[in-house]
């Protein structure tokens, strides 16, 4: 027997995680029927990256086809206030929160004193973790530092890495589709540029960029360019750091990560310039397992063209492939 008829929770349930699942199996081990709030996109709107959260239907559909998958007995509505079905005529018997929402909670049984009613009792779920300690949320995803099961993307180069040979052939092919003339798509979003002719072109089409990440060198070579020195003694923002060929370094991960962590929804009006003393071909790899989602980079191919990649969790996934075993 379940302690309760029917318990009442809400969440926004944005790109549905383990965290989510552990949140709703916990209802579920409370009562008979549980009755599940999605936010509407209005409730959103204060969330970080707001523009990436999932539509309305694929987050409702997450949540039932979960709940059903469990064989959890529930209901689930479009969540437009604090309240949902708590109030007068409530149809549940307590509420279920999280360590984040207990206010959510409060509120309630505030609002539920005001109208002469009992309280309802809180029922508290604690919120996972991953192997940093950080919370699993879809705000972290959304920022691109994890995946749906807390999978921290920066861990296997949080401290440099060379790469081994199977790692570097994981990545000898393009790993996107190779544009060439045609300017590159939806650069309202941040771009990342890395390569210098890569660079150079974007400047030279003047094709808005957020970061441009260069060495001085093409095809291992060295490549003279006057656009590109010009850019190094004429931009605001230009930093240089050592990457060795066939690394990534803690320092250039860690650049790479505190330039992604200040990306917000739009292209910057001026880009940053990263100049490499070393190579730059693996900042590529730094640059999309740390990137958010939906911003994009580029890179170029020897003797193909450019590379144009859209972070999503799937290109994610695949860049992360190499150093998951």
Not at 166 to 175: M, P, W
Not at 302 to 318: D, S
């Given at each position: 027997m379940?302690?309760?008829?029917a318990?009442g929770?809400g ?10 699942r552990?949140f ?42 979960f ?5 959890i007995?529930?209901e689930?509505?479009m969540?437009t ?17 999280t360590e ?6 409060t ?10 009613l ?59 589709p190779?544009?060439?003339?045609q ?10 540029i ?43 923002s ?19 990560e ?9 292209q ?11 190579e ?11 990137a958010p989602?939906?911003?994009r980079?580029y ?27």
């Amino acid at each position: 027997m379940k302690k309760y008829r029917a318990v009442g929770m809400g969440g926004t349930f944005d790109h549905f995680h383990i965290g989510h699942r552990h949140f709703l199996e916990f209802a579920g081990s409370l009562a008979d029927n549980i009755i599940v709030g999605i936010t509407t996109p209005k409730l959103s709107e204060h969330k970080v990256a707001v523009e990436l959260i999932e539509p309305f239907d694929i987050r409702k559909k997450s949540v039932e086809d979960f709940l059903t998958s469990k064989q959890i007995p529930f209901e689930t509505f479009m969540l437009t206030d604090t309240y949902g079905p708590t109030l007068r005529n409530s149809k549940v018997d307590a509420v279920v929160v999280t360590e984040q929402t207990v206010s959510g909670g409060t509120t309630i049984n505030a609002k539920r004193e005001e109208l002469g009613l009992p309280e309802l009792p809180v029922h508290v779920c604690s919120l996972l973790r991953d192997v940093s300690g950080d919370l699993i949320s879809s705000t972290r995803i959304r920022r691109g530092k994890i995946n749906r099961e807390g999978v921290v993307y920066a861990v296997p180069i949080r401290n440099g890495l060379k790469l081994s040979m199977t790692q570097s052939s994981h990545f000898v092919n393009a790993q996107g589709p190779v544009i060439l003339s045609q300017k590159p798509a939806q650069l309202t979003m941040p771009a990342i540029i890395v390569g210098d002719v890569v660079a150079e072109t974007f400047i030279n089409n003047t094709w808005p960029a957020s970061l441009l990440v260069f060495d001085q060198r093409s095809s291992r070579q060295p490549y003279s360019s006057e656009v590109l020195q010009k850019l190094v003694t004429t931009s605001p923002s230009v930093s240089t750091i050592k990457n060795p060929a066939g690394q990534i370094t803690k320092e250039a991960v860690n650049w790479i990560e505190k330039f992604c962590d200040s990306l917000t929804g739009q292209q910057s009006s001026s880009p940053s310039v990263l100049l490499i003393e070393g190579e730059e071909d693996l900042i590529t790899v730094a640059a999309v397992l740390l990137a958010p989602l939906g911003i994009r980079v580029y890179y170029g191919q020897p003797h193909e063209g450019i590379v144009e990649l859209n972070i999503t969790e799937e290109v994610k996934e695949h860049f992360y492939i190499p150093f998951s075993s």
